[in-house]
């Protein structure tokens, strides 16, 4: 199974991970977040996120969702990407981590296309319905 590992801006990360324990009615295994603070260097961080990752990592990868891209955050996961082993997505949303959280055992490839599309059709203006 594929870890996920959120690097968002202060409690947004936690906030997401507690909302998808609620709406899957238990606490998803080899889930974690790391939450960057304003007073926070990213580059101090990068030791305890290299910590966290493999913490989540079971040898299958490791997906990071973070949420602006350019951001602190971001930047921060830039640093641990490994192609094909290690990847990321910014733009995180509730609808894309549930995606990814049902969808890890698929492989990475279709855990990246999943989670991107279920982040994107989450946003919906909902007059048009």
């Known amino acids: 199974m594929i870890g996920i590992l959120l690097i968002t801006h ?3 990360g936690e906030a997401l991970v507690q909302n998808a324990c ?31 990752l493999q913490l989540v990592d079971n040898g299958k990868g490791v997906l990071v969702l973070t949420d602006i891209f350019g ?4 930047n921060l996961a830039l640093k641990l ?32 296309t999943r989670a991107t599309s279920g982040g994107r059709d989450g946003v919906i203006n909902m007059q048009e319905y």
């Open 22 to 52: 609620h709406v899957l009615n238990k606490r998803p295994v080899q889930l974690n977040q790391l939450g960057v603070a304003a007073q926070d260097d990213p580059l101090d961080l990068l030791p305890l996120a290299r910590q966290m």
């Open 71 to 74: 951001a602190s955050p971001a």
């Open 81 to 112: 990407l490994e192609p094909g082993r290690i990847e990321g997505i910014a733009g995180v949303n509730l609808p894309m981590l549930l995606r990814a959280l049902t969808y890890r055992d698929k492989g990475m490839e279709t855990l990246l």
């Open 10 to 12: 202060g409690s947004y």
